[in-house]
């Protein structure tokens, strides 16, 4: 009974095998003869992913966005902007990426002061693009908007600005001034010069900060500021000798007064009596001392004796 159980088993199995067996030959045969159609195949699949895949797969990094352009129809997408990381885009379609982080430009403008001193100014600032009319602003403006409006933009107002002022308030006195200006001027020309034609005014950007770096002169102007510099110096340190002068002149004055009162008040006193009594004290002051010394007394009543040193020691002293 089991084995009768089993044989139709084995007879299955054994016509699965044989099915098995007759497809892999099929495919065996198929292969040989479309080989080279089926390696032709698959080498153009493969170039054709290798040469689509940059056109279809758009990588944004950080801080960046795209815009994309329908080229078979809509133009630009004004309803869409491509975030940050993989996107994946129609071949036939383009996608223009810009930078939406904080950036700092650095020029260099020619300027004219109103007593018409040429001077080159090196200026930054610092600007940010709106991400919300991003799109529009790829229409209206385009990836060049740095040499199409914020540059031509900030050298007109720059120049304007300056021939308001003399060398010596643009260049020392009002330079914070000056930058004031040009920050908030060239702020209200980009609000009104870069907007879509039918539309309000709308912020595409927005300058952050603005600075002067530096001032660069023509040489020989150069060395006329320096000589001015040091003769300028020299005016002040003529100052401060003549206001010396003058102090002393005063402390010499002063002195000669306090002198002369003090003569006056001490003229009064001085009388015949009082000079020799004080020379008679200066005298005996000098006669106790232990030194040997001359004295001489002069012919006249009122004459004060002449004091003479050592004769001893004086006559050492000439033979040394």
């Known amino acids: 009974m089991a084995i009768l159980t089993l044989k139709p088993l084995m007879l299955l199995g054994s016509k699965i095998n044989s099915t098995y067996i007759a497809i892999c030959v099929s495919w065996r045969r198929y292969l040989h003869r479309h080989i080279l159609g089926i390696l032709f195949t698959a080498l153009l699949l493969f170039a ?4 689509l895949w940059p056109l279809v797969y758009v990588n944004i990094p950080a801080g960046h966005a795209g815009i994309l352009f329908k080229n078979l129809g809509g133009g630009t997408d004004l309803e869409r902007v491509l975030g940050e990381g993989a996107n994946f885009v129609w071949p036939w379609n383009r996608v223009t990426q810009y930078d939406l982080r904080i ?18 100014v090196n200026y930054a600032y610092q ?3 709106y991400y919300n009319t991003l799109p529009l602003f790829h229409k209206s403006v385009g990836p060049s908007y740095l040499d199409v409006v914020i540059r031509p933009i900030f050298t007109g107002t720059i120049r304007e600005i300056y021939s308001q002022y ?3 308030e643009a260049f020392t006195t009002k330079t914070k001034e000056i930058a004031n200006k040009i920050f908030q001027k060239t702020n209200i020309k980009l609000l009104e010069s ?4 039918g539309l309000g005014n709308i912020n595409f950007f927005e300058l ?4 002067i770096l530096g001032i660069s002169y023509a040489p020989e102007v150069e060395a006329a500021l320096d000589a001015k510099a040091v003769e300028l110096a020299k005016a002040e340190a003529y100052k401060y000798k003549i206001l010396a002068a003058k102090a002393e002149a005063q402390r010499k ?6 002198i002369a009162k003090f003569q006056e008040t001490v003229k009064a006193g001085l009388t015949d009596n009082y000079l020799k009594y004080v020379g008679v004290q200066a005298t005996e002051s000098l006669a106790k001392s232990d030194n040997s010394k001359i004295v001489v007394f002069g012919n006249s009543p009122g004459g004060l004796p002449l004091i003479l040193g050592d004769p001893d020691k004086n006559a050492s002293s000439r033979a040394k």
């Open 48 to 51: 054709t992913v290798v040469i």
């Open 103 to 120: 950036q700092k430009d650095v020029q260099k403008v020619d300027v004219v002061t109103s007593d018409r001193l040429k001077t080159s």
């Open 127 to 129: 600007y940010e693009i």
């Open 166 to 168: 003399t060398s010596d």
């Open 194 to 197: 870069v907007n879509p034609s």
């Open 208 to 211: 952050l900060t603005f600075e």
């Open 253 to 258: 004055q002063i002195e000669a007064e306090g």
